[in-house]
């Protein structure tokens, strides 16, 4: 069974830096076509996508974000972290990691996200 | 950057279908997966690979892909089918979400 589960802090004041961990179970991150994600939501709204690492390393950001973004992993403790940095309150969301399937579908990759945390709410406040 | 459209809301009533739609330019050529969410929940994926169902996803949800429109369809739609539904592409090996839709169900 694989889970997985948010932590970090409830609430960073503007300017700072947040450091989320994903820690999960029920797979290995160094196994091929596994990666973990991250996911946020702002109050109300719809998701979006955050950043991507894959089970060699490779990473993949969102775009509009890439600049304050890094994802790592340590594969021996089971985690994934996230930080962004330079933090403003329009960051305030609920903060979701999820376990990634990819592969090659012929025409294009697919990829899915089939397990997903609880997610974890930020507050961005001074 | 790459975008997907959704309406914003779509209404049905019991035991009739639901169609979701999601656009996107050349969205045919990617898979398009769709998740679900209800209020205060993390999203449950329903579709993914266009039409693939994962286990424990009723049969009543279903999924294509073609042009530039994926859409999801709930047949015999049930009260619990009430929630938000999100459409979901990669471009570049970056993800994308769309819009969202709330489903109604009267």
């Known amino acids: 069974q694989i889970t997985l589960k948010e932590s970090g802090p409830t609430l960073v004041k503007p300017t700072q830096t947040l450091t989320l961990t994903c820690t999960f179970s029920?797979?290995?991150?160094?196994?091929?076509?596994?990666?973990v994600g991250w996911i946020r939501q702002s109050p109300g709204k719809a998701l979006e996508w955050l950043a991507l690492i894959y089970w060699d390393d490779d990473k993949r950001y969102s775009p509009s974000l890439r600049s304050r973004l890094t994802i790592t992993k340590d594969t021996s403790k089971n985690q994934v972290v996230l930080t962004m940095t330079n933090m403003d309150p329009v960051d305030t969301a609920t903060y979701y990691c999820?376990?990634?399937?990819?592969?090659?579908?012929?025409?294009?990759?697919?990829?899915?996200?089939?397990?997903w945390g609880k997610g974890t709410t930020v507050t961005v406040s001074s | 950057s790459y975008e997907l459209t959704q309406p914003p809301s779509v209404s049905v009533s019991p035991g009739q279908t639901a169609s979701i739609t999601c656009s996107g330019d050349?969205?045919?050529?990617?898979?398009a997966s769709w998740y679900q969410q209800k209020p205060g929940q993390s999203p449950v994926l329903v579709i993914y690979r266009n039409n693939k169902r994962p286990s424990g996803i009723p049969e009543r949800f279903s999924g294509s892909n073609s042009g530039n429109t994926a859409t999801l369809t709930i047949s015999g739609t049930q009260a619990m089918d009430e929630a938000d539904y999100y459409c979901?592409?990669?471009?570049?090996?970056?993800?994308?979400f769309g819009t969202g839709t709330k489903v109604t169900v009267l």
């Open positions: 979901q592409a990669w471009d570049s090996s970056t993800g994308v």
């Open positions: 999820a376990h990634t399937v990819y592969g090659s579908g012929g025409y294009d990759y697919y990829y899915y996200m089939d397990v």
């Open positions: 050349k969205l045919g050529y990617k898979f």
């Open positions: 029920g797979f290995s991150l160094s196994t091929s076509g596994v990666g």
